[in-house]
Nanobody
Framework: QVQLVESGGGWVQAGGSLRLSCAAS????????MGWFRQTPAQERELVAA????????DYADSVKGRFTISRDNAKNTVYLQMNSLKPEDTAVYYC????????????????WGRGTQVTVSS
């Protein structure tokens, strides 16, 4: 059974940093494109960042460009989201997602999803 397990969320003051990790039990992790999404009770789930299987093509939401960095370690079956200069509006549940088709990840309809990790940024 495929599992994506997020970790690294928590509480941080504005301007601080967190690094999220998503460990995947996918047998061929290196062939999957990965993404990070976030959702609040008031907003629909939105793409934060996505990375191709090779790490060679990356998309970011405009709201996080220059502050967040997505990366992956195929040897560890793990994708990361380094979040710097956090703002209160970054508060959300963050989810990772995986699919073999990049546009499916970017479009928010990936086949595999984690259960999420809460990030809270206080002002």
């Amino acid at each position: 059974q495929v599992q994506l397990v997020e970790s690294g969320g928590g509480w941080v003051q504005a301007g601080g940093s967190l690094r999220l990790s998503c460990a995947a039990s996918l047998r061929t992790f290196s062939s999957y494109h990965m993404g990070w999404f976030r959702q609040t009770p008031a907003q629909e789930r939105e793409l934060v960042a996505a990375i191709r299987w090779s790490g060679g093509s990356i998309d970011y939401a405009d709201s996080v460009k220059g502050r967040f960095t997505i990366s992956r370690d195929n040897a560890k079956n793990t994708v990361y989201l380094q979040m710097n200069s956090l703002k209160p509006e970054d508060t959300a549940v963050y989810y990772c997602a995986a699919d073999s088709v990049f546009r499916t990840v970017v479009g928010g309809t990936a086949h595999y999803w984690g259960r999420g990790t809460q990030v809270t940024v206080s002002s």
